[in-house]
């Protein structure tokens, strides 16, 4: 399955979820994998619940709760006592950019049926995925029991750890909604035909690209007044999300992250092709293949992102190979000497105790 990685890049909100770092902080006996102020390892699902195949990076702008749990029947106690609690904050927040991702493995004793009956059970609204063979999921987070639940702020990085947030939401919801961090604009306000209910529900939730692909898939064979409706709805959607978007690869390019970039700049040409900002992707990609330093630095940041990911999981050997790849690719740049800080570093790691 694709990452859509501009699918929920873009926060069309006047308030966004944000949480203070100073003040957050592990749990007291906390045992799974820690990732305290750092980028937490990626998702490896093999079935998702409520969505497409999602993962962290892709969820630019918003706080996540992310939380491992068990379908197994000895869990289920919890779940019957709290699952009101996280519907109930789902439905609070979920609209100012709070995302909530629930992770199971599948076990012989709680094999795909069980878990989707306990899906539906709940009638759950969230994001819930189910972990690819052999568990990658939970082994990259060393997950030692469940619930295990990490809270994510707006730059990616993990800011509370624990075992079962919801119980002491109360302590941690001020500082979810600590502060605004952007003022941003909304798509005009609309009632939206019956026809449109599986667009709306894309659209509340930033899932741009799906909106885009159900709006032209409906608009074959539609009704005038369904077309019209469509059309000015596309026209919206590119104007005010589009701008947003190439912000963000702006941004990723000032970091010299031409690998990212690159991927959200590939899925706008493919899912906005035909709007102005699927072009501008266009156009963008096409300057990508004239200039040579972001040559360097495509493959380069590709190294580095690779390297991160393997830090992530405490791969020093590797991580620090893939260091001195990035480096050797960009020596002459910022991207290149960050590199090579990183690849001392993970020397360092290897040498400890020797």
Known sequence: MRIRGALVSAAILACVLTVSASTAR???????????????????CDHWHNGEDTNLPDLYDKVV????????????GYYDR?????????DELGDDGLVIIMITPERSSAPR??????VKKHDLKFLVGIDAKGEPTGQAYKIKGVPTTYLIDV????????????????KWRPQILDKKILEVPVLPAREFPSSFGEIESFIKVRRWNQAIERIEKLLKGASDEDKAFGEKLLADIDSVAGPRLLAKIEKLEGQENYDRAKS???????DWKGLA???????????????????????????????EDAERVE????????????????????????????????????????
């Open 113 to 118: 049926a069980k878990i989707d009956a306990w």
């Open 155 to 170: 730059t990616g990085k993990v800011v509370w750890e624990g075992h079962g947030i919801i119980r002491t939401l109360e």
């Open 26 to 44: 592990a749990q007291d006996g906390f045992q799974s994998g820690s990732f305290q102020g750092t980028k937490p390892p990626h998702l490896k």
């Open 82 to 90: 709290y699952m009101g609690e996280y519907k109930k904050l789902h």
């Open 264 to 270: 959200m700049l590939d899925a706008m040409k493919k």
């Open 315 to 354: 791969e020093w050997k590797k991580a620090g190979g893939l260091y001195m790849k990035a480096y050797k690719a960009a020596k002459d740049y910022d991207l290149g000497a960050r590199a090579k800080a990183r690849a001392d570093a993970m020397i360092a790691k290897l040498t400890e105790g020797k």
């Open 277 to 307: 900002t699927g072009e501008a992707a266009e156009e963008k990609l096409k300057a990508y293949k004239k200039d040579k330093k972001i040559k360097a630095l495509l493959k380069a940041s590709k190294y580095f992102n690779e390297a």
């Open 65 to 76: 709760l992310l939380e491992f749990f068990s379908a197994q029947d000895e869990a289920q």
